[in-house]
């Protein structure tokens, strides 16, 4: 618990300015009320088999059901780093919004939202892709410019980036790119 206060507390308000915009009911006393009542893990052995992610934990149902709980966990370079209150709600939220306007476009895994932190959907195959948005000349990560710049490569998915740059500095120009998922990481 302690971790995450001091996480949250170090921030310079701008996760919770965002939050506050999204959410106008919060404020600031009641994201400090809420530090330590996070969600940060979940034990729902009786919603079926669990499999936990980055930041959400899932559960499968003998039936073909799947119960996805979005937790206040947050993850930066592959580690959680803390807890941020009401985090998993606004970003179940927001996906939420996104599969509804989507939904007429392309069917997608959502039966409906059964509490702001959970989903219930269909247990699906995902397709393991992923869109990679890069604004920086940075990293470490085998998806990341700076790997690639630093072995020669100067084309990264079709965006040529000049001779003579150094790690960390903004790109000219965003690199967006998909990514094929690891079956490691995608179990489903």
């Not at 921030?11 to 600031?28: D, F, Y």
């Not at 979940?42 to 959400?56: D, I």
């Not at 980036?161 to 967006?176: D, K, N």
């Amino acid at each position: 618990m302690v971790m995450h206060a001091r996480c949250f507390r170090d921030l310079p308000w701008l996760a919770c300015v965002l939050m506050m915009r999204i959410e106008p009911s919060l404020t600031r006393d009641k994201l400090r009320e809420a530090l330590d009542k996070t969600v940060e893990a979940t034990r729902f052995s009786a919603l079926g088999e669990p499999y936990v992610g980055k930041v959400r934990d899932n559960y499968s149902t003998k039936d073909g059901r799947r119960f996805i709980v979005v937790t206040d966990r947050v993850s930066a370079f592959d580690r959680v780093v803390g807890t941020l209150p009401f985090k998993g709600q606004i970003l179940n939220r927001i996906a939420q919004w996104w599969f509804d306007r989507s939904r007429s476009v392309v069917p997608n895994h959502v039966i409906r939202p059964v509490d702001p932190n959970i989903v219930e959907a269909v247990e699906c195959k995902p397709l393991a892709v992923e869109m990679v948005v890069r604004a920086y000349l940075t990293g470490s990560t085998s998806t990341s410019i700076w790997t690639h710049y630093q072995k020669g490569k100067r084309n990264s998915c079709g965006h040529i980036l000049p001779e003579g740059m150094r790690v960390h500095p903004r790109s000219p120009e965003p690199v967006s790119y998909p990514h094929l998922t690891l079956p490691t990481i995608c179990t489903v």
